[in-house]
């Protein structure tokens, strides 16, 4: 919870508007549904904010008064109560905030992580006939067993469609009553659909059905500082190239295994500066931009990539020793082979003068 949060914080625009929440028109933002795909449902305006939208003001402004007065830290005992978040149990960073946004109910606050992708059927036989639909995300999700880097895993969501052939049994119907025909099944990034904060959710949970186990994915998975969309965005009209290209600006760390673990973040505050910070609860230190890709990368464990988990107490203490425990001279925590990136966050380069309140001069910094 604390992990994704500062992420959040400090990021200028995020902050002010959730502290000038009182009065906002309150809107449902959801991510698509296959019976849904509409931006944001349209809703009355409500006299009130909602709890969570209160519950994050109120967290938002006790953060900065202790920074204020150098509290050693803020305890949000308050906003895990008014949301009923037991705050001794672990929170998956990625599914709160996934639940936390929608429940602020803020269109101003969603609209800046809230983003569209196409999903498109096109027939192969000339006539033109084609099924779009506009999926909205406010992150994409990106299975780290089958690429080893960022840029490769999009392509292969976004890249090359699926053939679907009528030989093979599974060819497109068009309409009812129409014969079926080959076709591609596909998706695509478009720059215009690209939002001004891009999360990316890097999926090292793996449920496998035959062994019935879930094993943590520990993999090396790589991503840049700066971050160019061109080559994997469809429809990159003229004057669109700004709207593709992002920069770093925190990740969200996962260490330990399935069941077992903690999460802590790498912020970067200020954009015009090289300076980086772990947030690992109440201890906040300060580290160069190697340490953090040290840590977030990954890499293989001792035994193998997969770190597996039936939920037994045999595996809940190893899970303990790998996350605090010395074995044969490797230190699991801060740059051990557990510790990897589960959301990565990169704000967009043309938007920074609006999400960190500056002027464009120092635009080209970065």
Same mark, same amino acid.
């Given at each position: 919870m604390n992990a994704q949060l500062q992420c959040a914080f400090h990021i200028p625009a995020v902050r002010n508007i959730v502290l000038s929440s009182e009065g906002e028109t309150r809107n449902?933002?959801?991510e698509s549904s296959p019976d849904d795909s509409t931006l944001v449902e349209d809703s009355e305006l409500s006299p009130q904010p909602s709890e969570a939208s209160l519950a994050t003001k109120e967290l938002f402004d006790g953060m900065i008064k202790a920074a204020e007065t150098k509290a050693a830290a803020f305890l949000p005992r308050t906003f895990c109560i008014r949301l009923g978040i037991p705050p001794m149990v672990q929170q998956d960073s990625q599914e709160f905030w996934k639940l936390l946004l929608p429940a602020i109910g803020m269109e101003k606050l969603a609209d800046l992580y809230k983003g569209v992708y196409v999903d498109y059927i096109t027939a192969l036989d000339g006539s033109g006939r084609e099924r779009r639909r506009d999926e909205v +995300? !406010?992150? !994409?999700?990106?299975?780290?067993?089958?690429? *080893?880097?960022?840029?490769?895993? !999009?392509?292969q969501d976004f890249g090359e469609p699926e053939l679907l052939s009528v030989s093979e049994g599974n060819g497109w119907r068009p309409e009812k009553g129409a014969d079926k025909v080959d076709a591609h099944k596909g998706s695509s990034l478009v720059a215009k659909g690209l939002p001004s904060i891009l999360q990316f959710h890097l999926k090292r949970f793996n449920y496998d059905w035959e062994t019935d186990k879930t094993t943590k994915i520990n993999k090396r998975f790589t991503f840049p500082e700066d971050l160019d969309l061109s080559s994997v965005c469809s429809e990159l009209n003229e004057g669109e190239a700004d709207l593709v290209r992002y920069v770093l600006q925190s990740v969200v760390v996962h260490v330990g295994e399935y069941g077992v673990g903690h999460y802590y973040s790498y912020v970067r505050p200020d954009m015009d500066s090289d300076s980086w910070y772990r947030f690992n609860d109440d201890v906040v230190e300060k580290v160069s931009f190697q340490e953090v890709i040290d840590d977030v990368y990954g890499g293989a464990t001792q035994r193998d990539d997969a770190s597996a988990s039936t939920g037994d107490d045999k595996g809940f203490l190893r899970g303990l020793r790998r996350i605090f425990g010395r074995r044969k001279g490797?230190? +699991? =925590?801060? =740059? =051990?082979?557990? *510790?990897?990136?589960y959301v990565v966050q990169y704000v967009r380069k043309d938007d920074l003068p609006f999400l960190y309140g500056r002027s464009t001069a120092g635009k080209d910094k970065i």
């Amino acid at each position: 919870m604390n992990a994704q949060l500062q992420c959040a914080f400090h990021i200028p625009a995020v902050r002010n508007i959730v502290l000038s929440s009182e009065g906002e028109t309150r809107n449902e933002v959801t991510e698509s549904s296959p019976d849904d795909s509409t931006l944001v449902e349209d809703s009355e305006l409500s006299p009130q904010p909602s709890e969570a939208s209160l519950a994050t003001k109120e967290l938002f402004d006790g953060m900065i008064k202790a920074a204020e007065t150098k509290a050693a830290a803020f305890l949000p005992r308050t906003f895990c109560i008014r949301l009923g978040i037991p705050p001794m149990v672990q929170q998956d960073s990625q599914e709160f905030w996934k639940l936390l946004l929608p429940a602020i109910g803020m269109e101003k606050l969603a609209d800046l992580y809230k983003g569209v992708y196409v999903d498109y059927i096109t027939a192969l036989d000339g006539s033109g006939r084609e099924r779009r639909r506009d999926e909205v +995300f !406010l992150d !994409l999700s990106l299975d780290v067993s089958k690429s *080893s880097d960022l840029i490769s895993s !999009l392509r292969q969501d976004f890249g090359e469609p699926e053939l679907l052939s009528v030989s093979e049994g599974n060819g497109w119907r068009p309409e009812k009553g129409a014969d079926k025909v080959d076709a591609h099944k596909g998706s695509s990034l478009v720059a215009k659909g690209l939002p001004s904060i891009l999360q990316f959710h890097l999926k090292r949970f793996n449920y496998d059905w035959e062994t019935d186990k879930t094993t943590k994915i520990n993999k090396r998975f790589t991503f840049p500082e700066d971050l160019d969309l061109s080559s994997v965005c469809s429809e990159l009209n003229e004057g669109e190239a700004d709207l593709v290209r992002y920069v770093l600006q925190s990740v969200v760390v996962h260490v330990g295994e399935y069941g077992v673990g903690h999460y802590y973040s790498y912020v970067r505050p200020d954009m015009d500066s090289d300076s980086w910070y772990r947030f690992n609860d109440d201890v906040v230190e300060k580290v160069s931009f190697q340490e953090v890709i040290d840590d977030v990368y990954g890499g293989a464990t001792q035994r193998d990539d997969a770190s597996a988990s039936t939920g037994d107490d045999k595996g809940f203490l190893r899970g303990l020793r790998r996350i605090f425990g010395r074995r044969k001279g490797v230190l +699991f =925590g801060w =740059g =051990g082979k557990t *510790s990897n990136a589960y959301v990565v966050q990169y704000v967009r380069k043309d938007d920074l003068p609006f999400l960190y309140g500056r002027s464009t001069a120092g635009k080209d910094k970065i």
